[in-house]
């Protein structure tokens, strides 16, 4: 392969990954990673090293267009940042000391549990939820306009104690294991807090991009960012999450819950694997 | 009020991602240009996908790079102003908090930054 050749395939698969990405909060890396890896025989710390820009990218391509649209929610999601980035910092700290195949076999039960919760959905009618003194201090009340839906949806967002100990948790994890932590973050404020399912994305896809950020000095000072291979990635993904984020309020609800379950399924999979094949 | 917030950080989140990406693209251009047998080479590939490759990894060789007009330092400056962006968004939520004098966001805010910038700082240095 030639490096022309390579810069495109890159780029056209970083397009895709930006686009789901975007859609769906998570960061691409799912996709990245082993497109680099298995497809390009790229070596895996580079791939790494790609892919937590791959993370930055998405946020941020998606992030302008999100905020614009109110579709992320700007006070829950500086709210939640405190216990993702703290979370960040534990999971760096206990990196050495715990081991990596249990916990991957820990969190792929974790999110395989989180799939089937997120494909029975919620049932809100059922009763009223409290909204909690934290959630009413924080004035996380918003609301966005639904394309799809041609309406006006208005949330509150309840349990934010629970949501703040649910993303240290997830915070921790992606320090951990050096995985976007979307695949968490998103079941967390959709099971606990009560969020549309497309405020849970997008406000996700807002946040990682900082937890990414907080890591990545290590990544470039390491040498383990790539400039050819880091470019194709970064031009690819923030044009896809550019297009994603101008899809997201067009598409239905229940087709970006089912889309996301489907990736639940992918990553647990993905995660049982690494923990029982090493 | 609210509004002034959501604007601004839409606006800080695109220029960031804008100046990147117009550094990327000029680097990768550049690379080409002053690398012809990137188009048909095939080995060159090896040298610069494997781990012993040859690129900037500290500010300094990136800014003397650039100074140099070359591909790959121009690439690392559009790829730390894209690291770079979202620390900016929280700096500058911190600073929006402070105008609207909303204290208990002007501290929560503040903490994730200080956390931020204290891992990034102790990244570079340690890592």
Redesign the interface.
């Known amino acids: 392969m030639t490096p022309l050749l390579f810069v495109l395939v890159v780029a056209a698969i970083s397009f895709v990954a930006g686009f789901l990405g975007s859609l769906l909060g998570l960061g691409g890396g799912l996709i990245v990673v082993p497109a680099l890896t298995i497809l390009l025989h790229v070596d895996i710390r580079l791939a790494i090293g790609a892919s937590i820009v791959s993370v930055i990218a998405t946020s941020s391509g998606a992030a302008a267009a999100f905020v614009r649209d109110r579709l992320a929610n700007i006070r829950l999601a500086m709210f939640l940042e405190l216990g993702t980035a703290t979370g960040a910092v534990t999971g760096a700290y206990l990196a050495g000391i715990v081991h990596p195949r249990v916990l991957f076999i820990l969190f792929g039960l974790i999110i395989g549990y989180s799939a089937l919760a997120m494909l029975r959905g919620r049932k809100t009618e059922d009763k009223e939820v409290e909204v909690g003194p934290w959630a009413r201090v924080l004035r996380l009340r918003s609301s966005y306009y639904d394309d799809a839906a041609g309406e006006h949806v208005e949330y509150q967002p309840v349990r934010a104690r629970i949501g703040l100990a649910l993303m240290y948790i997830a915070g921790t994890v992606s320090g951990l294991l050096g995985i976007g932590s979307g695949a968490l973050k998103v079941p967390a404020m959709d099971l606990a807090m009560d969020l549309p399912i497309k405020v849970s994305t997008a406000t996700s896809n807002f946040m990682i991009g900082v937890t990414a950020a907080a890591s990545a000095g290590v990544y470039f000072s390491r040498g383990q960012i790539d400039p050819f291979i880091a470019a194709p990635v970064a031009a690819g993904v923030l044009g896809g999450a550019y297009v994603g984020a101008h899809t997201l309020g067009r598409i239905g609800s229940r087709a970006v819950r089912a889309a996301f379950v489907v990736v639940l399924v992918v990553v647990a999979a993905q995660m049982l694997w690494k923990g029982m094949a090493g | 009020m609210n509004d002034r ?3 601004v ?3 800080v ?2 220029a ?2 804008i100046a ?2 117009i550094l ?2 000029t ?2 251009i550049v ?2 240009v002053h690398h012809p047998d ?5 080995p ?2 090896g040298r ?4 012993s ?1 040859h ?4 500010l300094a060789a990136v800014v003397e790079g650039v100074r140099a007009w070359r ?2 330092a121009l ?2 400056a ?3 102003v ?6 900016a ?2 700096a500058l ?1 911190v600073i929006i908090f402070a105008i609207l004098r909303d204290w ?2 002007i501290a ?2 503040g ?2 930054l200080a ?2 910038l204290v ?3 102790v ?5």
């Open positions: 917030i959501y604007t950080i839409s606006v989140l695109r960031g991602v990147s990406v990327i693209v680097g990768m690379t080409f990137y188009f048909s080479s095939r060159a590939l610069l996908t494997s781990p490759a690129f900037p990894n500290t591909g790959q690439i690392m559009g790829l730390l894209l690291i770079a962006t979202p620390v968004r929280v939520s208990l966001y929560i805010t903490v994730v956390i931020l891992s990034f700082v990244g570079i240095v340690a890592g």
